[in-house]
């Protein structure tokens, strides 16, 4: 039997399940394969999506499995509206069905009853949770880039403009005007200090912040 140890992703990220089916007997199944081995997890259930929605609107769950036909609709179209809400978006949210998989979105998680397991269960939120480090840290990417664009755009003309300078204090010293050319390089260390102001502070403000 597969354990999920103390150091796996799961186990630091879920520690609250919510279980949504309206059959008594798959409810208790479901809580059964996720609280095995997990004395501390925390476990709600809810019997429709009307109770599910009471229940998240005054509580959160990290770990969120739907039975996809429900008294009062689809667990599919449920996760999906899950999966729209900003407050839900550190949650995995999965369908737990009877139903043949592949008739379901591809893009919302789903596992069969027929062969639920602790297993299949804490591999699937294991997946879940490293996709999501991949997109972070393929956004996190993706703001040094935009930064460094931006900053590029934004520091041509100043560079532009110091190396006027530079040449223009060459050729004064070139024509022996010692006092312009000391001005010009006064000039041009302040556009340098002004410069770097710049970039630190840009830096600081889009700099990704640390993950929790």
Not at 36 to 52: H, N
Request: charge should be negative; glycine fraction near 6%; include cysteine.
């Amino acid at each position: 039997m597969h354990s999920v140890t103390q150091g796996d992703n799961g186990e630091k990220a879920v520690s609250t399940c919510l279980v949504i089916d309206d059959d008594t007997f798959d409810r208790h199944m479901i809580k059964r394969c996720v609280g095995r081995e997990r004395p501390d997890m925390r476990l709600y259930e809810c019997s429709t999506l009307s109770e599910a929605r009471n229940f998240l609107e005054q509580a959160s769950a990290d770990l969120i499995l739907i039975d996809n036909r429900l008294p009062d609709g689809l667990g599919a179209d449920y996760a999906q509206e899950l999966r729209n809400d900003s407050r839900m978006a550190d949650a995995v949210i999965c369908v737990v069905t009877g139903d043949d998989l592949r008739s379901l979105d591809s893009d919302i998680a789903a596992l069969s009853k027929d062969r639920l397991s602790t297993r299949t269960i804490w591999d699937m939120v294991s997946g879940f949770l490293a996709e999501r480090e991949i997109l972070r840290s393929s956004e996190k990417a993706q703001l040094v880039a935009e930064f460094g664009d931006q900053m590029g755009e934004n520091l041509a003309p100043g560079m532009a403009r110091m190396l006027r300078t530079l040449r223009m204090s060459r050729a004064r010293v070139a024509r022996r005007d010692p006092q312009k050319a000391i001005d010009e390089l006064d000039k041009l260390e302040e556009m340098l200090i002004a410069m770097s102001e710049v970039v630190c502070g840009g830096v600081q403000q889009r700099r990704p912040t640390p993950e929790a």
